[in-house]
């Protein structure tokens, strides 16, 4: 089944309005060490269609480019991070370096 557009999904006009005003009160990107400026409104829980999820201002996270498109995506298709510590490991805990299965 193909993906809904994007205006069908939710992302009209009134997202973007609550887009620009939530960027304009958190203007940088909410990953830790992190500085530069959020240009996504990021759902940390994806939403999946479900309204009320997909308007909880809890549950966005202002991020700059590069980590909605690698860090967010990736933990929302696999569950887990891959960023890197300082030390050289993962700092994801579902990382599945991390588990202990």
């Not at 990021?42 to 909880?56: A, L, T, V």
């Not at 201002?57 to 700059?64: D, E, I, P």
């Not at 980590?67 to 967010?72: F, L, V």
Request: with cysteine; proline share 8%.
């Amino acid at each position: 089944m193909p993906r809904l557009s994007a205006r069908a999904r939710g992302y009209g006009t009134a997202w973007e309005k609550a887009r620009l005003a939530f960027l304009a009160s958190h203007p940088r990107c909410s990953e830790p060490g992190c500085s530069l400026p959020a240009v996504h409104v990021h759902h940390r829980r994806p939403h999946k269609g479900d309204q009320r999820i997909f308007w909880d201002r809890t549950n966005w996270a202002g991020l700059c480019a590069s980590h909605h498109n690698a860090d967010a995506q990736q933990r929302e298709r696999h569950g887990y991070s891959n960023a890197i510590g300082d030390d050289g490991l993962p700092t994801d805990p579902n990382h599945p370096f991390n588990r202990c299965d």
